[in-house]
């Protein structure tokens, strides 16, 4: 029985470019949360912040909705990317009445979690029953 469990988040339309976005994704690919989280905050960049969001709602997401108790210890980014979000139209100001265009442009992250189940500890009942057989094999 395979007790990996699964879970994503999205943020669309933070406001900086994928490329830059991209890099500081990059430095937290396939580690465990919580190496990530202490990474990004001590990263100067500012997409290193809305990273780490979307792997903290990631890993809320996994903890809360999955349905099994899972180990935090566990719990690590089995994907991360970056993609181009929605490029917003503006124009700038230029000389003799003129107006130059440009586009702001925005990124969207997806972020997937991966934890295992905890362990479920065995009950005193349950170790009294397998202690009573291993008597009764040993008599025999």
Known sequence: ??????????????????????????????????DAVIILENTPRKAA?????????AAANLMNNSGVSIDPKTIRISRISV????????????SRGRAL??????????????GEEKAKKATNKEDNKSAEKAAKEENK
């Open 49 to 57: 912040k809305a990273v780490r969001k979307a792997i903290e709602s």
């Open 1 to 34: 029985m395979d007790n990996t469990h699964f879970a994503h988040a999205v943020i669309k339309g933070i406001d900086n470019q994928p490329r830059k976005t991209s890099i500081v994704a990059s430095l937290v690919r396939d580690r465990y949360v919580a």
């Open 101 to 114: 265009p440009f586009e702001k442009i925005s990124s969207n992250i997806f972020v997937e979690v991966a």
């Open 83 to 94: 993609t181009a979000g929605t490029r917003m139209r503006r124009y700038v100001p230029a």
